[in-house]
């Protein structure tokens, strides 16, 4: 069997197809609602959330970049990019609810996040290396090198799909809160929706990518064992 099996591509083709459809729909909903004006900036509706929940000590930063927004666990501090931090958009808003709603998770011991959190540098070491296994193992018909990366990429894939409730918990913790809070009012959270619905289907294409990368690679193993 050769090293780039056509194969691959079918078993991919779906995750790739998602993903531009995500990515064309975060382009869109993000550049509608950065142009409606929101009745705060994004600092402002993220510091009333987590003031109203009784996280004064959890600080937020501006950090340079463009989406680089998100919440560090470690430190406490919630970062948020310069657009999202100033803007006053129901982009920004909504943004900085999202990741103003890890912070609730984080404060209520959510399990999802914990697991998240913990599995991280297995997922980092998994990504890089497991790829490596995978590729060499393949390369070098060696099936134990072929086994050896399908379990170190094992641990990106549980990252990513434990990641999918976190991410679709913090949006709906933010939406909650930001109606709650009269921070957006109904007409303006269907704006908000839009923009953090297409920001999760980004995550769904990425999960899926790699399930069925980790699923080929599998059926790859057991095919050539058999």
Do not use: C
């Not at 509706?45 to 340079?64: K, T």
């Not at 470690?74 to 999202?84: C, G, N, P």
């Not at 959190?117 to 980092?124: G, R």
């Not at 390369?139 to 991410?167: D, M």
């Amino acid at each position: 069997m050769p090293i780039y099996d056509f194969r691959l591509l079918i078993f991919l083709l779906p995750a790739f197809l998602l993903s531009l459809l995500a990515q064309m729909l975060v382009k869109s909903a993000y550049a509608r609602a950065m142009q409606i004006a929101a009745r705060t900036s994004g600092f402002a509706a993220a510091r009333h959330i987590l003031d109203a929940a009784g996280l004064q000590s959890v600080a937020i930063e501006q950090i340079p970049g463009r989406m680089s927004d998100h919440y560090d666990p470690r430190a406490k501090v919630l970062r948020l990019s310069q657009d999202v931090y100033h803007g006053r958009s129901l982009a920004a808003v909504g943004i900085a609810a999202h990741e103003a709603g890890h912070a609730l998770q984080d404060a209520k011991h959510y399990a999802p996040l914990i697991i998240r959190n913990a599995a991280v540098p297995a997922a980092n070491f998994g990504s890089g290396l497991g790829m490596l296994f995978l590729f060499l193992g393949v390369a070098l018909v060696l099936q134990p090198l072929l086994l050896v990366g399908i379990v170190v990429f094992s641990a990106t894939v549980v990252f990513q799909v434990v990641n999918l409730p976190v991410e679709f918990d913090a949006s709906a913790r933010a939406k909650r809160q930001l109606v709650d809070l009269g921070i957006v009012d109904a007409q303006e959270l269907r704006w908000v929706k839009k923009v953090l619905n297409a920001a999760a289907l980004t995550y769904v294409a990425a999960t899926l990518q790699s399930v069925m990368t980790l699923l080929y690679y599998v059926l790859r193993y057991m095919g050539r064992r058999n």
